[in-house]
Every structure is written in C-alpha cells, then in structure tokens.
C-alpha cells in the first residue's frame, strides 16, 4: 500500500521520528503496534 504511514506514541501522540519503545503503526485502514 502507499498510504502514508504515520507513527503514534502509546498516549497517542503522533511522532514523526519513533525509535527505542513501542509506538502505535497507522497505515491508511491498518494500525498496528511496533517494537522499534
């Protein structure tokens, strides 16, 4: 898919450079939790 991906922090907060802990993956229709 080439939706943009967007990155939220566990409060739900959006970051745009997520690194070292576990954010929230939102793509298009798709979220996800990642470990990064």
């Not at 070292?20 to 979220?31: D, E, P, S």
């Amino acid at each position: 898919s080439n939706a943009p991906v967007e990155y939220f922090n566990l409060q739900g907060v959006k970051v745009s450079n997520p690194e070292n802990g576990i954010f929230i993956r939102r793509q298009g229709g798709k979220t996800s939790k990642v470990l990064m």
